[in-house]
């Protein structure tokens, strides 16, 4: 069995945190969630299982908790990235031209947030805490939601507006990418965050939570840009302060840890693991 998601269960509980109490109650007992959890606990319980794979740490752990599964029969393989698509940009213009079609300043530092369902990736808390960020900073929202009217107008509430962009789903993120200086998703719940990834292999530094899997393979030197509590307004604009002042160079070694996480080197662990239990 390979999880990607952790165990549902799991998911639900933590649903709370964007779903509120009635929400989270509501969507654990329909039928859909009813059904997901009785066929994970089968799956996961049955005596003929012979491995686990997690796509991080953060679900391996959570699926023996759950599921009460040894742990010599679970293994963590992180998931790749493809490096030809993301890669950090070679040509200004790209920039240029994406910053005028979303009406952002050449001058203006820019944060990138990609993602759909955005209350669970926190982009609540990155809107709250946009006012708090000096140096008149964009935040482009890539994505769609069914809430996204709802965001728009507390951005505005908050007199921080015109400085939060909505761009709606792009065909090609990677020239989001090319136009930012850096990436933010504080998410509530993120089994592992292909688009952290994706964001580095671009030479973005990558602001993420404690409870996003990939923050397991951030760099040291990153670690500074990791929300522990992403509900805390002020911990995530604080955090925002040191990946604005991040170094220039970071954009080498955020690549140089994408680079380690080839679609190859997945294949050859993969492999590995069944070639054992063969």
Do not use: C
Request: charged share 20%; no cysteine; aromatic share 10%.
């Amino acid at each position: 069995m390979r999880s990607g998601g952790g165990a549902h269960a799991s998911y639900l509980r933590a649903a709370r945190k964007w779903r509120g109490p009635l929400g989270a109650t509501a969507m654990r007992l329909s039928p859909y969630h009813q059904v997901q959890m009785l066929v994970e606990r089968q799956a996961f319980r049955n005596p003929a299982l012979k491995r686990v794979i997690a796509v991080s740490n953060f679900v391996r752990d959570d699926l023996i908790r759950e599921f009460n599964l040894a742990p010599e029969k679970t293994m963590t393989i992180y998931n790749g990235v493809d490096l030809d698509r993301f890669q950090p940009a070679t040509d200004s213009s790209q920039r240029e031209v994406v910053r005028q079609k979303f009406v952002v300043p050449a001058s203006a530092r820019v944060v990138a947030f990609v993602g759909n369902g955005f209350a669970r990736k926190g982009l609540g808390f990155l809107i709250e805490a946009w006012p708090l960020v000096a140096g008149g900073a964009f935040l482009l929202v890539v994505g769609s939601d069914r809430q996204t009217e709802k965001f728009a107008r507390r951005a505005h509430a908050l007199n921080v507006g015109g400085r939060v962009v909505f761009t709606g789903p792009q065909p090609k993120v990677e020239e989001i990418f090319h136009a930012s200086d850096a990436f933010a998703m504080p998410s509530l719940f993120e089994p592992f965050g292909n688009v952290v990834m994706e964001a580095m292999a671009s030479g973005l530094p990558a602001l993420t939570s404690a409870f996003s899997g990939v923050a397991e393979v951030i760099p040291p030197s990153m670690r500074g840009f990791r929300v522990d509590n992403p509900d805390d307004v002020g911990e995530v604009a604080l955090r925002l302060g040191a990946l604005f002042d991040a170094p220039k160079s970071l954009a080498n070694e955020a690549r140089a840890t994408a680079e380690k996480f080839t679609w190859a080197r997945y294949a050859k662990e993969l492999n590995a693991l069944l070639e054992s239990i063969g």
